[in-house]
């Protein structure tokens, strides 16, 4: 019985020394043996330009990118039918410029466009429903 728990011990310890040597080995293969983010990059061994595909995987070389978005969003606090003209409310500090044609969404779908007419209090400002509807609490975006 002891001379299986010594066996089995031993056994574990070198395929657990083993793992680590292989996993050592190819860790430190030279640069030449290395293959595919760098020759992706430079074409040399295809002698073709390489993909895009093939480029951002060796530059992103697996991490993640997030880009934020720089859209200007608001909401519709007031809109009124007689006059066709809606009150939209902005973020502190990010105003639209006069003219500025912005699309309403209510639920993701489209349903409206505005064009930003002035004037502007503090965070709100008016603008005149050029096509569609809109009610309040829609969103408004620039894009």
């Known amino acids: 019985m002891k001379v299986r728990y010594s ?7 070198v395929a657990c020394a083993g793992g680590c040597v292989f996993r050592r080995a190819a860790a430190t293969k030279p640069a030449s043996e290395k293959s595919s983010s760098t020759a992706a ?3 040399s061994e ?10 951002r995987k060796a530059v992103t070389d697996g991490k993640l ?14 809109y009124n039918s007689a006059g066709r003209f809606v009150v939209l409310d902005f973020p502190v500090g990010r105003m639209p410029a006069l ?10 779908l489209k ?9 502007e209090r503090d965070h709100m400002t008016v603008a005149d429903l050029v096509t569609g509807e809109a009610r309040r ?4 975006r620039d894009k």
């Open 7 to 13: 066996l089995l011990l031993m056994f574990v310890l």
């Open 41 to 43: 990059i430079s074409g």
């Open 46 to 55: 295809t002698n073709q330009v390489p993909t895009v595909a093939a480029q």
């Open 65 to 78: 990118i997030v880009t934020p978005e720089n859209l200007l969003v608001g909401t519709v606090t007031t």
């Open 99 to 108: 003219d500025q044609v912005f699309f309403v969404y209510r639920q993701g």
């Open 111 to 119: 349903i409206g466009e505005v064009k930003i007419a002035g004037p």
């Open 137 to 140: 609490g829609d969103e408004v």
